[in-house]
Structures are given as C-alpha cells and as structure tokens.
C-alpha cells in the first residue's frame, strides 16, 4: 500500500475518517509500532503472542474508557487512616456494569482472556461473564469466502442489561461478527445494550458491512488497511471515497494486513 506523506500524523487520539461517529481508530504510534512488529513476516511465537497481548492491553484502555459508563464515587487510600477527612474523590468506571466477552476462536481467544481478566479487575466479577463461540469461515473450491457459521458455542446466559464486547485481531469479511450475532438472536439471549467489537486491523469492506447492519456495533480498532483502494481514496481521508476503498485480496485476506493471525497465534497452519 502506498503512503501518501500528507495523510501520515502522530495522532495522539483517533485517526479523522469520515465513517461515523461509531468507528474509532486509535492510530496512536506506540500501538501502530507494536502492530508493524506484529505483522512482520520474521515475527514467530513467543513474540507474537507477547506483541498481541501488549497491542490488546493498549486497546483495552481505550474501549474501557470511552464505552463503560462511570460514576463519582469517594474511594479511601492508604492515606485516609491518618487523614480521615482526606480520600479519592472523583471519577472511576461504574463498578456495577455488567458486561459480556465473547472468545471467538481461534484467533480471539487471546484477546478475550485480556479483555475478560481486565474486567474483573476493574468491576465487580460477579456481573462479568466469557462466551465461547467456534466460529468457522466456509470456503468455496476457489478459496473464497462464501461465509461463516458456529460449529460449537458456550453461552452462559442472556445478554439483556449488558455489553456486548468481542475482541477479535482481524476484522476483514465480518461475517464471522455478524454471525456470531445472529447466534445469539437464535438463542434467544435477548439484546445487549450496545455491542463493541475491537480489532487491531479493519478493512473498509469490514466496516461498511458492520456500521450497516447493526446499529447498536460500535468499532475500536488500531488500524483501517485499504491496500487495494483507488490513489484518489488513498490520497484521501478514509471513508470520504467508500466506493472506492478496499482491503481484501481474492482470498479475503488483509492487505497489507498481518497475515492469517489465528493461525500465526496458534502454530496451527490449517
């Protein structure tokens, strides 16, 4: 993909785009440099798997801070013994959110962990829950994409009153998402409030497809890959030419992507 100089910044907050306000791109240069890493074709295990976790951790900070409702609450420190008039006074995370990870395996298993372990660490563990979904691409003799569905799942209860949070490396088809979706409408598990997917990469078709077929999805991602789009879209700020923007090869592949992340994590070439 060839990078036009003028669009290239150090942006400390999300990236400009013209996708709406439910696409955030957090192309701050530590996590962008963490990514480049990753997708090298000389990164292997264990540095991959130590790359994704600290790219997840990052994104992680950002999902939690701009989606999860929070509170002013009066919180004692170790100081407050000596100084009983004194404590934390001010804003945190409401403790009570409650909130629903699903591992979409196999290459979101690793993310979900973080996110879920995370959770429990900042709000109370008994409103926090993980999900397991198998969720297998359908290939045609070509190699193509021709979509996906779940082979296995494990699903602890309704969503109902909760967020909706699935943490997956690649964003590329979105037909895995949506059909993991679609699972839960099937099931019966009721609407969650609003559903957050977060991905290192995104691709315009990604995108597109997910912001127009459900509302409630909102996209935290590291980086938009468009290696396939028009010099005049390249040129320009993603979204302002949508027609004209791709980042799939035949194979629906991320170009220039990272490579087949879930096998990659997972040492697994099938």
Same mark, same amino acid.
């Given at each position: 993909?060839?990078?036009?100089s003028?669009? +290239?910044?150090?942006?400390? =907050?999300?990236?400009p785009?013209?996708y709406?306000?439910?696409?955030?791109?957090?192309?701050h240069?530590y996590a962008? %440099?963490?990514?480049?890493r990753?997708?090298?074709p000389?990164?292997?295990?264990?540095?991959v798997?130590? /790359?994704c976790v600290?790219?997840?951790?990052y994104?992680?900070?950002?999902?939690a %801070?701009r989606?999860l409702p929070?509170? &002013?609450?009066r919180?004692?420190?170790r100081?407050t *013994?000596a100084?009983p008039d004194?404590?934390?006074e001010g804003?945190v995370?409401h403790?009570?959110?409650?909130?629903? &990870?699903v591992? &979409?395996?196999?290459a979101?298993i690793v993310p979900?962990?973080?996110?879920y372990e995370?959770?429990?660490e900042?709000?109370n563990?008994?409103?926090?829950?993980?999900?397991?979904l198998?969720?297998?691409? %359908?290939?045609?003799?070509?190699?193509?994409?021709?979509?996906?569905?779940?082979?296995?799942? *494990? +699903?602890g209860g309704?969503?109902?009153?909760?967020?909706?949070? +699935?943490p997956?490396p690649?964003?590329?088809t979105?037909g %895995?998402? /949506?059909?993991?979706?679609?699972?839960?409408?099937r099931?019966?598990? =009721?609407?969650?409030? *609003? +559903?957050i997917?977060?991905?290192?990469?995104?691709?315009p078709?990604?995108?597109?497809?997910?912001?127009a077929?459900?509302?409630?999805v909102?996209?935290?991602a590291?980086?938009?890959?468009?290696?396939?789009?028009?010099?005049?879209?390249l040129?320009?700020?993603? =979204?302002?030419h949508?027609?004209?923007e791709?980042?799939?090869?035949e194979?629906q592949?991320? &170009?220039p992507?990272?490579? =087949?992340l879930?096998e990659?994590l997972?040492?697994?070439w099938v």
């Amino acid at each position: 993909m060839t990078v036009d100089s003028a669009h +290239v910044q150090l942006n400390l =907050g999300t990236a400009p785009h013209h996708y709406g306000e439910r696409l955030h791109l957090h192309s701050h240069p530590y996590a962008l %440099s963490l990514l480049a890493r990753l997708g090298h074709p000389a990164t292997r295990q264990p540095e991959v798997g130590n /790359l994704c976790v600290r790219a997840f951790e990052y994104l992680f900070t950002q999902v939690a %801070s701009r989606e999860l409702p929070t509170d &002013v609450r009066r919180i004692p420190t170790r100081m407050t *013994k000596a100084h009983p008039d004194h404590a934390y006074e001010g804003v945190v995370l409401h403790p009570d959110t409650r909130v629903v &990870v699903v591992d &979409v395996a196999r290459a979101g298993i690793v993310p979900a962990q973080l996110f879920y372990e995370r959770f429990n660490e900042l709000l109370n563990p008994e409103n926090i829950r993980q999900d397991h979904l198998f969720v297998s691409r %359908s290939v045609n003799a070509g190699g193509q994409v021709t979509g996906a569905s779940v082979a296995a799942a *494990k +699903v602890g209860g309704p969503l109902d009153g909760a967020i909706l949070v +699935v943490p997956d490396p690649m964003g590329a088809t979105g037909g %895995s998402l /949506l059909e993991a979706l679609e699972y839960y409408r099937r099931s019966g598990a =009721g609407s969650a409030i *609003k +559903v957050i997917c977060a991905h290192l990469i995104v691709t315009p078709e990604y995108v597109q497809r997910i912001l127009a077929a459900d509302p409630s999805v909102h996209i935290h991602a590291l980086r938009l890959d468009r290696g396939f789009s028009s010099p005049e879209a390249l040129s320009s700020s993603p =979204g302002l030419h949508p027609s004209q923007e791709r980042g799939l090869d035949e194979h629906q592949y991320i &170009v220039p992507g990272a490579g =087949g992340l879930g096998e990659v994590l997972n040492n697994a070439w099938v």
